[in-house]
């Protein structure tokens, strides 16, 4: 499977897994602390990364990362701890039909943030896209 295939097959995957983690999480925080809830998860993914790592035997990477590349990493992983936190509170005050759509609208960050950072383009086809996808949050959340 050629490279461009496979992007497209992981983030179709991510966006299901990503709508299940969204109902799976609506459930599970109905009766315990969201940050209980997060922890809770959070050793579930550490068990399921490390025993991939384990399984593709590429753990000795781990001891050839470079400082740059570890500080991005834990900021990332501060980041993602962050959001998870904050995404559980939100479903357990909110509905999961309109806490989604407001967490998904972070793409409108990352394509302004991809661009000053990463120095991708903005092209006029990626402003119309994302601007739809705001005012398809708007919509939803009034």
Do not use: H
Request: proline share 2%; net charge neutral; charged share 10%.
């Amino acid at each position: 499977m050629d490279r461009i295939q496979a992007w497209w097959i992981f983030a179709i995957l991510s966006a299901f897994f990503a709508a299940l983690t969204t109902i799976f999480a609506k459930v599970g925080v109905e009766d315990v602390s969201s940050n209980l809830a997060t922890a809770i998860r959070t050793v579930v993914i550490l068990a399921i990364a490390w025993g991939l790592v384990y399984a593709e035997g590429t753990f000795q990477g781990l001891f050839e990362l470079n400082q740059k590349t570890l500080l991005f990493l834990v900021l990332s992983g501060m980041a993602t701890g962050l959001s998870w936190l904050c995404y559980f509170r939100a479903l357990q005050l909110g509905p999961a039909s309109l806490v989604a759509p407001i967490d998904k609208s972070s793409l409108v960050l990352i394509v302004l943030l991809s661009a000053m950072f990463l120095g991708e383009p903005l092209t006029l086809k990626m402003i119309m896209g994302t601007g739809l996808i705001l005012l398809g949050t708007l919509v939803l959340i009034r």
